[in-house]
């Protein structure tokens, strides 16, 4: 798969809006997954028929943009980024985009595709979110009772203790699930391999014999 990068040619051309947030949106990405893509919400995409043929088209908007990048990274396709010359629209025109709504919904499918793709990373985020409110409840809880030899609020060291072990669980499923996402990213990498090329194809029909 080969990415367009787009090189706005005039100032009007990207939005400011529209610019902070692919930039957002690429940094979280390239972080979660590890590409190397520079512009994430592209529009322009050169794809080959095996790699159309693996890929399961699940949004129906601008998100679409973050499955192609994500599922080309899963299967280890190989990627390519070519600067594009990005124009201003024509007067008259307007973007179909919207900045807030569209903005939101191509969140939503980022931290989908990262609980999907990397579930390690998803759940020990959640972790280590419900450990640090369960210590900042706990600690005052513990030096309290260091103190005065009581624990004179109970509500409060239950909850941080029930805080504690769902931080011990939400570890505990990313674990596994990665496990599971391991040997399910081996299948759609084989998968991917499997199905023959264009090249293949010609090759193939160029060895018939003459009728």
């Known amino acids: 798969m080969v990415k367009g990068a787009r090189c706005p040619t005039t100032r009007e051309a990207y939005r400011p809006g529209h610019r902070l947030g692919n930039r957002l949106f690429t940094g979280v990405v390239v972080r979660a997954f590890g590409c190397v893509f520079r512009d994430l919400l592209t529009g322009y995409h050169v794809m080959s028929r095996r790699f159309v043929k693996s890929f399961p088209a699940m949004a129906h908007g601008f998100e679409v943009e973050t499955e192609l990048t994500v599922h080309a990274v ?6 390519a980024e070519v600067d594009t010359p990005y124009y201003s629209r024509p007067a008259g025109s307007h973007s179909k ?4 709504r569209d903005g939101i919904r191509i969140l939503k499918t980022i931290a989908y595709l990262v609980k999907e793709e990397r579930p390690l990373l998803f759940f020990s985020t ?19 009772y260091l103190r005065i030899g009581l624990v004179p609020r109970f509500p409060t060291a239950i909850l941080a203790a029930a805080l504690g072990v769902q931080a011990l669980l939400f570890f505990s499923v990313g674990l596994i699930l990665d ?8 299948a759609r990498r084989f998968r991917y ?14 060895k018939r014999p003459c009728s």
């Open 74 to 79: 899963e299967i280890r396709a190989a990627v």
């Open 97 to 100: 985009l919207s900045t807030v």
């Open 193 to 206: 391999l499997d199905s023959p090329s264009p090249y293949a194809l010609l090759v193939a029909k160029s």
């Open 179 to 186: 496990s599971l996402n391991a040997a399910r990213r081996e």
């Open 126 to 144: 959640a972790a280590a979110f419900v450990a640090l409110v369960s210590l900042g409840l706990g600690i005052p809880v513990i030096l309290e």
